[in-house]
């Protein structure tokens, strides 16, 4: 049976009606897109809320494609999957943006889906691509010799690249480059006014002092971190502020304080998103190690390999397998358990590239070696391994 109506008289009425639906995705895409990031800044990343609103963006743009919207959207929703731990999806979503940016050839969208895709193969572990990716993002969002205004996009987007890159370079041993870049991403955080940048850059300088065993320095700016987080409400940084600074007090022989606050700091962080399990049980383990509580410390670590399993977050492994190795040692009946994990330790750490871990798992499987007696065997070890993990040529 026909309508009654002419076809191109249906055509246009159905054309209408796509054209209204359209409408209504774009303006319902705005809201979200604008909903999104206040509430990820008051409730974290892991609330129901955020899921709700960057699952629903995801819907409205893949029926959409393209636009700066869409784009903003599809950001949120990497950086969504990025903090909850779902490392696969967020690079997914990177290499979606990638296709977007990369279509509309701006400047600023590559900056942009150049950085998801260098943050999200760092935490996976893949540090020369990860360098590769967010060395772009950087060239491309603030060329050398250009200035941002203040507050910009660009500049947000440098800070956090600059950042992550400080990180895979101290990985990769190249450490007057690591201090360079993270003294750049805070110094740019601090020109940009916005208080989120600020403490996020803060939480990296963190993490970059106690990765070089500067528990003091870090210690300073997890105080900072914390001032700004409790000021302006941010959950999630808060939790990282007080992990660190439980980091740092553990680190001045203050264990059980440290401990307490390492352990709030990442309920907090498990309350707000996934991410980073492997670091921060590595360092409680650790901390454990060094009181002499073994039990504990592989308790720590069955919960970082967990992570590393369930979210593919590789960045940390090598130091996973060197510590399992240290809490094992003293046990004789785990000593082929223990020597197993030195090996992966190494192993894990030649192939992505990381002297600095390499070298600290070979230190430790050559001092394992030489308490039994095998000094042949470790000093073999110690001559291939530090040739094998040497520094790369200082820039």
Same mark, same amino acid.
């Given at each position: 049976m026909g309508t009654g109506q002419p076809p191109r008289e249906v055509a246009e009425h159905d054309a209408a009606h796509v054209r209204r639906q359209e409408e209504?995705?774009?303006?319902? #895409?705005?809201?979200?897109?604008?909903?999104?990031?206040?509430?990820? +800044?008051s409730k974290g990343y892991a609330a129901a809320e955020v899921e709700i609103v960057y699952r629903r963006a995801r819907v409205l743009c893949q029926r959409l494609g393209d636009g700066p919207q869409i784009f903003r959207a599809s950001v949120g929703a990497g950086l969504f999957f990025l903090f909850r731990g779902d490392l696969r999806a967020?690079?997914?979503?990177?290499?979606?943006? #990638?296709? +977007?940016? @990369? $279509?509309?050839? @701006?400047?600023?969208?590559?900056?942009?889906?150049?950085?998801? +895709?260098?943050?999200?193969?760092? &935490? =996976?572990?893949?540090?020369?691509?990860? $360098?590769?990716?967010?060395?772009?993002?950087?060239?491309?969002?603030?060329?050398?010799?250009q200035a941002a205004p203040a507050g910009s996009d660009r500049q947000e987007i440098s800070v956090e690249s600059l950042a992550f890159l400080g990180w895979a370079l101290g990985l990769q041993g190249r450490e007057g480059e690591s201090v360079r870049c993270v003294a750049a991403a805070l110094r740019r955080a601090e020109q940009n006014g916005n208080p989120f940048a600020l403490a996020s850059a803060l939480n990296f300088a963190t993490f970059h002092h106690q990765f070089r065993r500067d528990f003091q320095a870090g210690g300073d700016c997890a105080d900072r971190l914390i001032a700004i987080a409790t000021e302006h409400r941010f959950p999630h940084l808060l939790g990282w502020g007080i992990w660190g600074k439980g980091r740092a007090l553990a680190a001045q022989g203050r264990s059980e304080e440290g401990l307490r606050l390492m352990t709030e700091g990442v309920t907090m962080l498990r309350a707000s998103g996934g991410l980073g399990g492997t670091y921060y049980f590595a360092h409680i383990a650790e901390t454990h190690l060094i009181d002499g509580r073994l039990e504990q410390g592989l308790a720590a670590l069955d919960q970082a390999f967990a992570a590393a399993e369930r979210n593919d977050e590789r960045f940390y492994l090598a130091e996973l397998h060197r510590l399992r190795g240290e809490l094992l040692g003293p046990d004789p009946a785990r000593s082929s358990e223990a020597e197993k994990s030195?090996?992966?330790?190494?192993?894990?750490?030649? =192939?992505?590239?990381?002297?600095?871990?390499? $070298? =600290?798992?070979?230190?430790?499987?050559?001092? &394992?070696? $030489?308490?039994?007696?095998?000094?042949?065997?470790?000093?073999? +070890?110690?001559?291939?391994? &530090?040739?094998?993990?040497?520094?790369?040529?200082?820039?």
């Open positions: 209504r995705d774009e303006q319902e #895409l705005e809201l979200q897109v604008a909903l999104g990031p206040a509430l990820v +800044m967020a690079q997914e979503a990177a290499e979606q943006l #990638l296709e +977007m940016a @990369t $279509r509309a050839a @701006t400047p600023s969208l590559l900056a942009r889906a150049h950085a998801a +895709m260098g943050i999200a193969l760092f &935490y =996976r572990g893949q540090l020369r691509a990860a $360098r590769s990716h967010l060395d772009e993002s950087i060239r491309l969002g603030w060329p050398a010799g030195f090996a992966e330790a190494v192993d894990v750490a030649r =192939r992505q590239d990381s002297p600095v871990l390499g $070298r =600290r798992a070979a230190h430790a499987f050559a001092l &394992y070696l $030489r308490e039994r007696g095998r000094l042949a065997e470790a000093e073999q +070890m110690e001559r291939e391994l &530090y040739s094998t993990f040497a520094d790369p040529p200082a820039s």
